[in-house]
């Protein structure tokens, strides 16, 4: 089980200590970036442009590893701005987003980030089927097959809401189908949901508040791992 710090934020100076924090704290650091137009939330210019993170690295060295959420209706405006910095590893896009979702995948593996779909908890699970193996293998630049799935513990945009429990349902499924493929969950993920969540068959957990808002967070985190 992997726990992932979750950043979402409009201020340069919470984005800096958190991203400080969590890359202490876990090997993957997830940063939220929002357009508002996909979501009702809208994250700075500056942040989603990269340049925020450009100049944390002037101080800071990289995290091993970032994956971007990208809650945005042209996502590829995104990753091009991100797809070079050290760190960036993953990134996941919305099954919602009217798009041509095989050829994102292949343009995402081209550039050597690995792909994920983000799927709300409104949405069937029949969308992103054929997206998915049933056996992973090394994929190439021309895979059209995402490398994980992200399923949303609630209606995305703002931090702090509570989980949505049919989830699990949509966790359980998905795990019984393709039992060999990650799955990660984000939204309303704290101590009193995280048993469920991973029972259901999710390997990552994507936290925000439950880390940077508790007391102590490094303390919040390792239980969480538990």
């Not at 056996?135 to 989980?163: H, W």
Request: proline fraction near 6%; aromatic fraction near 8%; include cysteine.
């Amino acid at each position: 089980m992997e726990i992932i710090p979750a950043i979402l934020t409009k201020k340069k100076n919470e984005f800096n200590s958190r991203l400080k924090l969590a890359s202490k704290l876990a090997k993957t650091v997830q940063i939220d970036i929002m357009d508002g137009l996909f979501v009702d939330n809208e994250t700075p210019a500056k942040l989603n442009d990269g340049s925020w993170y450009k100049e944390y690295l002037q101080n800071n060295k990289a995290p091993k590893n970032i994956e971007l959420h990208l809650m945005v209706i042209n996502p590829w405006q995104i990753i091009e701005a991100w797809k070079e910095l050290p760190g960036v590893m993953r990134i996941i896009w919305h099954e919602e987003v009217p798009i041509n979702h095989e050829e994102m995948i292949r343009a995402v593996h081209e550039v050597g980030l690995e792909s994920s779909l983000a799927i709300n908890p409104d949405t069937s699970l029949k969308q992103i089927y054929p997206f998915i193996e049933s056996e992973p293998k090394k994929r190439g630049a021309g895979e059209y097959y995402v490398d994980s799935i992200l399923v949303m513990g609630v209606t995305p945009g703002f931090s702090g809401q509570k989980f949505i429990h049919d989830s699990l349902k949509t966790i359980s499924t998905l795990h019984k189908k393709y039992p060999h493929l990650p799955i990660a969950v984000d939204g309303g993920v704290n101590l009193e949901t995280a048993k469920s969540i991973k029972n259901a068959g999710a390997n990552r957990l994507c936290a925000a508040g439950a880390i940077f808002l508790a007391d102590n967070p490094k303390k919040a985190y390792n239980k969480l791992s538990k």
